[in-house]
């Protein structure tokens, strides 16, 4: 069965640095999907990656897709307090329409 | 335009106790889905419904947990009875069309079986 596995698990950064979390695919990438999640809250999609190379952007938080590193990573430039939570990555399974879900990375700001 | 929206937030029981959760999703998604967290964990899909059939719960461990959506708007999911091990986040969500990876998340409910 696919696994995706993010790294870091957990990251605490000081307001202003930029960070990147990645999350990797055990098999074929076929749509990459990130969410984050706030403690106590439902997930919020983010952004979508559909094709190889392709790269997207939202506000300060850019996504990339690397096909064929089975990889997406999720950069954040001059990172907020706002920022904080839970960034988890999502895939779609091959001849399924089910989608997965990383074990996440806690992503913590400080002033 | 009202997001997905669940009840209870949080429910303590006892173990054996029964227990529901429900979802309302977002008006026009046809496709609902039940997905659970454990801490530290990212969701994992118990059921996902097309309308009012249940196309993909081959994860839902039927023995204790069931779940309806019998007009193909809101859904129950209950267990009974509870154990320990389910304490957990039950996380309801919905999407415009099945296939699509953007869904919409309810806030979740948070479970707590003692």
């Known amino acids: 069965s696919q696994e995706l596995e993010q790294s870091p698990q957990s990251l605490i950064v000081q307001e202003g640095k930029n960070l990147t979390i990645n999350c990797t695919s055990s098999k074929t990438l076929y749509g990459l999907y990130w969410y984050k999640q706030k403690y106590g809250e439902g997930l919020i999609f983010l952004m979508m990656?559909?094709?190889?190379?392709e790269e997207k952007s939202h506000e300060k938080i850019t996504a990339k897709l690397d096909e064929k590193k089975q990889q997406s990573s999720l950069h954040i430039t001059a990172s907020q307090p706002s920022h904080a939570g839970i960034y988890l990555c999502?895939?779609?399974?091959?001849?399924?329409?089910?989608?997965?879900f990383g074990t996440g990375t806690r992503l913590q700001v400080f002033p | 335009e009202a997001g997905v929206v669940q009840s209870p937030r949080y429910k303590i029981i006892e173990k054996k106790q029964p227990v529901a959760f429900w979802c309302n999703p977002i008006?026009?998604?046809?496709?609902l889905y039940w997905y659970l967290q454990n801490l530290g964990q990212g969701p994992e899909l118990l059921i996902r419904?097309?309308?009012?059939?249940?196309?993909?719960d081959s994860q839902l461990p039927k023995d204790r947990f069931s779940a309806e959506r019998l007009k193909g708007v809101d859904s129950t999911l209950k267990i009974q009875p509870a154990e320990l091990g389910d304490s957990a986040v039950y996380l309801c969500?919905?999407?415009?069309?099945?296939?699509?990876?953007?869904?919409?998340f309810g806030e979740g409910s948070r479970l707590t079986v003692l």
């Open positions: 008006s026009g998604h046809n496709t």
């Open positions: 419904y097309e309308n009012e059939e249940a196309v993909d």
């Open positions: 969500a919905s999407s415009l069309y099945r296939g699509t990876g953007e869904l919409f």
């Open positions: 990656l559909q094709k190889g190379g």
């Open positions: 999502g895939a779609g399974v091959i001849n399924t329409d089910k989608l997965i």
